[in-house]
């Protein structure tokens, strides 16, 4: 497994605009499947977007055209910028590595929350 540490959440009103970081630990990073999920209070943990070890990316519908997802292999970072953010984008987001392409995804960070209010 990899270590993974996020940082970037925070409160932000509706229609504005967050970064998120990931920052991984090891020298694996590189051939990892990147991900980002989220977790809003009382409802199931789901995907937000990917990014695979050539650069491909899959959103959520939810996301498409708002999110963007983006990785640095030299620093060992996986980015999410969000635009145009909404209420019901507000949830604890969590960096997660695909280690092995024979398994789902597997090490985790911590989270970090997002808050869309006015």
């Known amino acids: 497994q990899v270590q993974l540490v996020e940082s970037g959440g925070g409160l932000v009103q509706p229609g504005g605009s967050l970064g998120l970081s990931c920052a991984a630990s090891?020298?694996?990073?590189?051939?990892?499947?990147m991900g980002w999920y989220r977790q809003a209070p009382g409802k199931q943990r789901e995907l937000v977007a990917t990014?695979?070890?050539?650069?491909?990316?899959n959103y959520a519908d939810a996301v498409k055209g708002r999110f963007t997802i983006s990785r640095d292999n030299a620093k060992n970072t996986v980015d999410l910028q969000m635009n145009s953010l909404k209420p019901e984008d507000t949830a604890v987001y969590f960096c997660?590595?695909?280690?092995?392409?024979?398994?789902?995804?597997?090490?985790w960070g911590q989270g970090t929350q997002v808050s869309v209010s006015s």
């Open positions: 997660a590595a695909k280690t092995s392409p024979f398994s789902d995804f597997d090490s």
């Open positions: 090891g020298s694996g990073f590189r051939l990892y499947t």
């Open positions: 990014i695979t070890r050539g650069g491909n990316t």
